[in-house]
């Protein structure tokens, strides 16, 4: 379901046909990256956290980890992922699909600076089988994020 949901979302930009499906899992940034032959930071991961009661996405280079001290200067709390049964209820896709994209709930969306790496990346699109290649650029405009962040190691 959420596959079709982000192939709705891309498609009224009409970039659903970007969206790839391959037989082989992407639920993991290994998998991601040799499926579709990149280095793991040009994965884009998204990470769901729950700040004050309220879920936020977080999308970050494939290797990067969180620096919970950076993540506490950023938004003033402790970094709390959120479990994987809230990730599901709350944007609507598996661990291993998550994206920023065909959420099931509005939330806000962050992206780190660890992205800038390289000039594209590839998030997931919904599921563990799917990604979509973007721009940077891309990647701002269809994510509606709210700010750029420095949040990683």
């Known amino acids: 379901m959420s596959l079709e949901a982000v192939k709705e979302y891309f498609g009224q ?7 790839v499906t391959l037989e082989d899992s992407t639920a993991t940034v290994e ?25 936020i996405l977080v999308v970050v280079a494939g ?17 709390k992922m959120l479990k994987p049964d809230e990730v599901v209820t709350q944007t609507g896709h598996v661990i291993g699909g998550v994206c920023p994209f065909g959420l099931k709930n509005e939330m806000n969306i962050y992206l780190d600076v660890s992205l800038k790496k390289y000039p594209e ?3 997931a699109a919904g599921d563990p089988h799917s990604a979509i290649r ?6 701002e405009r269809y ?4 700010s750029w962040v420095d949040v990683c190691k």
């Open 13 to 19: 930009y009409h970039l659903d046909e970007r969206i």
């Open 121 to 123: 990346v590839i998030p």
């Open 143 to 146: 994510s509606n994020y709210q």
């Open 63 to 79: 290797n990067s980890k969180i620096d919970n001290k950076k993540y506490k200067e950023q938004f003033s709390k402790k970094a």
């Open 134 to 139: 973007l721009s940077l650029g891309e990647l």
């Open 31 to 55: 998998e991601a990256a040799l499926a579709h032959h990149v280095d793991p930071d040009q994965i884009a991961k998204t990470l769901s956290f729950k700040l004050d009661d309220q879920p």
